[in-house]
């Protein structure tokens, strides 16, 4: 036999057995999946479609479909309530298209299969469980719609509420449709399943309505309070904000009136109570007289309502209707300062401070106790300075020399007719209210006290 001959035959027995190597191979991967398969994630590399099959419905064993619900909870349906069933006979298919000759190319690559199992249940089982949940079942509480409400407070936004009530036919579509793609969870507020709340605070009309209350609001008005500071702005100016008979928008006079005052009230000090440090050693507590910070409400409601008409942004003093001593220092830590006259009513006794410098220290007489004429007690300042008048009551003409008049009809003042002064006189025989002083004493401090001066008398 010729070299070539024998070549010829052993290259047909070769090619004979690879013909049946690639035959045999074909026909084992036409029952496997190549290797490098997956399908829905689970490696099925030389794996049998019934194996798969059965491998994927493990999977799927004791079905559970989880419903979420608005409030956070977590209610289960179990598929052996419902006949849940399922079927993957697409593995099949997906086997049948792999064709198995092809082999020597699909050996080295990989490849990833999706698919959907065919889901079957009892539907009236499973709507008379949906029915069942607690969800279903338990009073719901309608959803509320956003709005904005006006009252003494002034404007105040409400959230909506979107409450919990279901939408049941939705609840039973929704879960029907979950199922059906193999899903075993659901959101019912996810796949909206409850009532809505048809305003929210997004909604044009609320917007709208936002959009003119802040328009109303665009002033700011910083006020110094002798030395505090008070700002007025956008939340404040809020508050005071009210609705006609039309449903429009305005800013009430009435509420911003009040807030003056009690800002106002915070700092005036004329009808406030004072502590006091007295030249007898101690401390005491001062009534509240006419003098201090008194801030002009009537007058500054006024240019604050023409500020926020306006949108303005400023600073500024409000206005006032009294205010302290011209020359007080401006570091005193009080609005009486170191100068001041001070008067023990109990005593009888009177001291005049200039610049923290005792002036002047006399005893006096002041009002008769016991006829009710008795002088008032409190913070004052001196009104005037007068020279050779004469004091007219109802019983009484009397002239005096120097004249420095407190408060009302009471003043400081000469009193030539007594010899004596301090002590218990004025208990029974003292004046009609003023400070009779003695003549030395009155005539010094009346050249020597400016108008505006404190005046501090206690008992």
């Known amino acids: 036999m010729s070299n070539k001959k024998k070549v010829l035959i052993v290259s047909g027995c070769a090619a004979g057995v690879l013909a049946a190597c690639y035959v045999g191979v074909s026909i084992y991967f036409s029952q496997v999946f190549y290797p490098n398969t997956s399908i829905n994630g689970t490696d099925v590399s030389n794996e049998s479609p019934e194996s ?15 419903v979420l619900t608005i409030e956070g909870t977590t209610e289960v349906l179990s598929g052996k309530d419902f006949d849940f069933d399922y079927n993957f006979d697409e593995v099949d298919e997906l086997k049948i298209k792999e064709m198995g000759w092809l082999w020597p190319v699909k050996f080295f690559s990989q490849t990833d299969y999706e698919i959907k199992a065919v889901y079957e249940w009892n539907e009236e089982k499973l709507n008379k469980k949906i029915d069942e949940l607690q ?5 719901m509480t309608a ?10 407070n002034g404007v105040n936004l409400v959230k909506e509420n ?3 009530t279901l939408k049941k036919e939705t609840v039973k579509e929704e879960i029907a449709k979950a199922m059906g793609s193999g899903k075993s969870e659901i959101s019912l507020e996810g796949a909206g399943c409850y009532e809505l709340p048809k305003i929210t605070t997004e909604s044009p009309e609320i917007q709208d309505e936002l959009k003119k209350v802040d328009e109303l609001c665009q002033a700011e008005i910083t006020y110094d309070f002798h030395g505090n500071e008070e700002k007025i702005g956008k939340e404040q100016i809020r508050k005071w904000i009210r609705r006609d008979e039309n449903g429009d928008f305005y800013v ?8 003056l005052c009690e800002i106002s009230n915070k700092y005036d000090t004329i009808n406030s109570y004072r502590d006091f440090y007295s030249s007898r050693g101690y401390w005491i507590t001062l009534n509240p007289g006419s003098y201090g910070w008194g801030t002009d409400v009537d007058s500054e409601i006024e240019l604050l309502m023409d500020d926020i008409k306006n949108k303005r942004v400023t600073s500024r003093e409000p206005i006032y209707y009294m205010t302290p001593y011209d020359y007080l220092d401006p570091n005193s830590p009080d ?19 200039k610049d923290g410098a005792l002036f002047i220290s006399t005893p006096i007489t002041s009002g008769t106790m016991s006829t009710g004429h008795g002088t008032p007690s409190g913070v004052y300042y001196i009104h005037n300075r007068l020279q050779n008048i004469v004091l007219v009551g109802d019983d ?30 004025y208990l029974t025989s003292g004046s009609h209210g003023c ?25």
């Open 52 to 66: 798969v099959k059965e491998t994927l419905e493990q999977s799927m064993m004791a079905y559970e479909m989880k």
């Open 135 to 139: 969800c279903m079942t338990q009073e």
């Open 143 to 152: 959803p509320v719609n956003a709005s904005l409400n006006v009252d003494d």
């Open 162 to 164: 979107k409450g919990n």
């Open 252 to 259: 009430s006079e009435s509420a911003a009136y009040d807030y």
């Open 335 to 353: 609005d009486i300062g170191s100068t001041y006259i001070e008067i023990d009513l109990s005593g009888q006794y009177m001291w005049y401070y």
């Open 396 to 425: 009484y003409r009397q002239p005096v020399n120097f004249w420095m008049k407190i408060v009302g009809g009471v003043g400081i003042h000469d009193s030539l007719w007594r010899s004596t002064y301090g002590g218990t006189e």
């Open 435 to 459: 400070i009779n002083t003695p003549y030395d004493a009155v005539e010094s401090m009346f050249w020597n006290v400016e108008i505006g001066t404190p005046v501090i008398m206690y008992y």
